[in-house]
């Protein structure tokens, strides 16, 4: 199996043209010590930001119907920040697939997170490209799954675990408590769960690729259901 089959049965998307792949791939360095015009990865970055946008928007749009315009920004610039996307790129090994040129490689380009994230968005709009936009959104909302679910009751709450613990203290001195449930799945790839207790009750528990989020999910989950308790 060839390098490219490969990664295209990681990506779970096999194209149909691959040679959107190998531009999504070619690092603009490849054109500086060419010296020459050759083709790069910059414009299927630019259009790839564009569909990454377009697609978080609609659904943070559809998921959130009561949060405000301001909720909303926030929570996509918590989506589409330069870790976040080198991150998705260094999770399905864009790196090792990169074509740099001979500086860039022997200064770790292969590693660099702006390398990385910038070949996450190429690769979108290499997606977008080859398949058409239902082919690029299925893609997105696959590989930013367990992003958008950490976000799904935090629009409109900037600090979870601080609006949990003033509700509660209108209640009672004693502070939340936060407890390590168990842990799941190899180091690099890991799901903690975590509940949040009050006086020795458990309020809720909460999942999260670290322990704070899996606290901030708990706390996100306490919050909603108190509130609800007191609408009814």
């Known amino acids: 199996m060839s390098a490219l089959a490969e990664l295209q049965n990681r990506l779970g998307y096999i194209f149909r043209d691959e040679a959107f792949l190998r531009l999504a791939l070619t690092h603009p360095s490849i054109a500086r010590e060419a010296k020459t015009v050759t083709a790069h ?45 080198a991150a998705q790129g260094r999770r399905l090994d864009l790196g090792m697939h990169l074509v740099l040129s001979r500086g860039e490689e022997n200064t770790g380009g292969r590693l660099r997170a702006s390398a990385l994230a910038d070949a996450f968005e190429a690769l979108l709009g290499a997606i977008f490209q080859d398949g058409g936009f239902h082919a690029a959104r299925e893609f997105i909302l696959r590989e930013f799954a367990t992003e958008i679910s950490e976000l799904q009751l935090s629009a409109g709450i900037e600090n979870p675990k601080g609006d949990l613990q003033e509700l509660l203290q209108a209640r009672s001195p004693v502070a939340p408590v936060y407890q390590l449930i168990s842990t799941a799945g190899p180091d690099h790839d890991r799901t903690f769960i975590s509940a949040v207790l009050h006086e020795g009750t458990e309020l809720a528990r909460g999942s999260g690729k670290s322990k704070q989020s899996a606290e901030t999910t708990a706390a996100l989950t306490a919050l909603k259901c108190l509130r609800e308790e007191k609408v009814s």
Do not use: I
Request: aromatic share 6%; net charge neutral.
């Open 41 to 85: 990865n910059q414009r299927l970055e630019f259009l790839g930001d564009s569909v990454l946008s377009l697609v978080l928007a609609r659904e943070l749009y559809d998921k959130f119907p009561d949060a405000d315009e301001g909720s909303l920004t926030k929570s996509r610039a918590k989506l589409v920040n330069a870790r976040v996307l």
